[in-house]
């Protein structure tokens, strides 16, 4: 677990270098309250990125984020988990086409429709997967 905690907070820490740090003062108020709503009691720091508004944070102990809209709608929440934790397929898949390769990050993605999509970030790709394992996409970090 704490190895997936690691390299989220690595992708997440590479990502903020592609993306721009705001105060909270700037982040607009529809923002701050879709998020306040999603995860009570729970500060994040923000990113702009992309024409959203990205906050990071930490759910019961694990790093997370959550891409919203700038009127307030939530896009997609981002938690990372374990290897163990991802759909077996999606493991095997890695093990087969990304031997020796360092996994960076594993997540758990939920986007506003109710998608879940698991994304693994190995050998400079992010690759998404969906809930039965099957190869989704592969695009570039």
């Known amino acids: 677990m704490k190895t997936g905690l690691l390299?989220?907070?690595?992708?997440l820490?590479?990502?903020q270098a592609?993306?721009?740090?705001l105060a909270t003062a700037k982040i607009p108020a529809a923002v701050k309250a879709a998020f306040a709503r999603a995860h009570p009691g729970t500060t994040a720091t923000w990113e702009k990125e992309d024409g959203n508004f990205?906050?990071?944070?930490r759910a019961s102990?694990?790093?997370a984020s959550c891409v919203i809209t700038p009127t307030g709608n939530i896009l997609e929440t981002e938690t990372a988990v374990s290897p163990d934790k991802m759909?077996?397929?999606v493991m095997t898949y890695i093990r087969?086409?990304?031997?020796g390769k360092k996994i960076r990050e594993t997540a758990r993605i939920e986007r506003a429709s109710g998608e879940v999509v698991y994304e693994v970030a190995v050998g400079g790709k992010?690759?998404?997967?969906?809930t039965n394992g099957k190869l989704i996409k592969s695009a570039k970090d």
Not at 7 to 11: D, E, T
Not at 18 to 21: L, M, R, T, V
Not at 126 to 130: A, P, R
Request: hydrophobic share 40%; net charge negative.
């Open 7 to 11: 390299v989220l907070a690595m992708a």
């Open 87 to 89: 759909p077996p397929a």
């Open 96 to 99: 087969q086409h990304y031997k």
């Open 126 to 130: 992010d690759i998404l997967f969906d």
């Open 18 to 21: 592609n993306s721009q740090k």
């Open 54 to 57: 990205e906050a990071v944070y």
């Open 13 to 15: 820490a590479a990502s």
């Open 61 to 63: 102990g694990t790093e």
